[in-house]
């Protein structure tokens, strides 16, 4: 009733999974853990082959042996769709024999895609050859194999839902940390609405890397071409401010969010405790 891939970026090392279903709410069958693997699990989705599968994968387990192990265990096994993606980019897929066609599952080192309901046999190939021939972030390579996917046929019955789901490489990373982690539940586009969010989740993420070469009108038109709100866009110009020792202009962009309503000021304040902002910058606020 989906189709999927998981995929792991060779430069980076990121594991990540990516799915689009006519089913509602297709989060469920996205598994990922930092520096253990990614797991796809669909078709009358049975959510345990997800953790699972990471606790074998971490236990040393290879993706074949450990989806093997949770495959032989499951009774209703033939309408299941399962893959696994190790760390070090192995990978395995099953495909149960009552699984509704078109269905079929493609894995190979570094990327596993697979499907079933599907409008035509070209979809999860579609996918699999897409992200291995795109560039740019694991996030954005997924985003485009799933655009080829649909492009190929997607899920006969249309389309509903979408999820991305991408961690770090690193297994010294909590468990529950998540690079990029987005879901749409319900959507008469769920692909373009889940890169909508993707560019916000991007646009967010890009503060991280500011520093005293950034330049302030770039970023602030960054920051408005993904969606960020005003409020947003304002923190993100003072914060590009702050990287370049300029106090007097990060307070000037934030003066007129704080003087809109007083809470703003008590925000701020948490974020000088934080160590977010400055407190100079706060003291001009008055």
């Known amino acids: ?40 699990t669909q078709s009358f989705t049975e959510r345990g ?26 009774e209703q096994r033939d309408f299941r769709q399962v893959a696994f993606l190790a760390a070090d980019g192995s990978t395995a897929a099953h495909t149960g024999a009552a699984c ?7 894995a190979r080192p570094n990327v596993s895609a697979q499907g079933n309901m599907l409008a035509s046999p070209a979809v999860w190939p579609a996918a699999a050859d897409t992200l291995e021939t795109t560039e740019g972030s694991l996030a954005e390579r997924l985003l485009a194999a799933l655009d080829a996917a649909e492009e190929a046929g997607g899920d006969f019955r249309g389309r509903e839902s979408a999820t991305l789901l991408v961690v770090s490489g690193d297994r010294d990373e909590k468990p529950w940390q998540r690079t990029v982690d987005l879901r749409v539940d319900n959507h ?30 770039e970023e602030v038109e960054i920051a408005r071409a993904a969606g960020l709100p005003p409020d947003e866009v304002a923190l993100t110009a003072a914060l590009v401010a702050l990287k370049r020792d300029d106090v007097d202009t990060a307070a000037a962009l934030l003066k007129p969010i704080a003087d809109a309503d007083p809470r703003w000021r008590e925000t701020f304040e948490r974020h000088v405790r934080l160590g977010h902002l400055p407190q100079a910058v706060l003291d001009r606020l008055g």
Not at 51 to 63: F, H, I, K, Q, V
Not at 210 to 215: A, C, G
């Open 1 to 40: 009733m989906t189709y999927s891939i998981v995929a792991r970026d060779e430069t980076s090392g990121e594991l990540g999974v990516a799915v689009q279903s006519r089913a509602f709410g297709v989060g469920i069958c996205a598994w990922a853990r930092p520096g253990v693997g990614a797991v796809a």
């Open 49 to 74: 082959y997800g953790p699972r599968g990471l606790d074998l994968l971490a236990a040393g387990e290879s993706a074949v042996d450990a989806l093997a192990q949770l495959v032989e265990a499951d």
């Open 100 to 106: 509704i066609p078109d269905c079929g599952d493609t």
């Open 188 to 217: 008469d586009e769920p692909l373009r609405e889940l890169r909508r969010l993707h560019g916000l989740t991007a646009a967010y993420r890009r503060r991280r890397s500011f520093d005293e070469r950034s330049n302030l009108e």
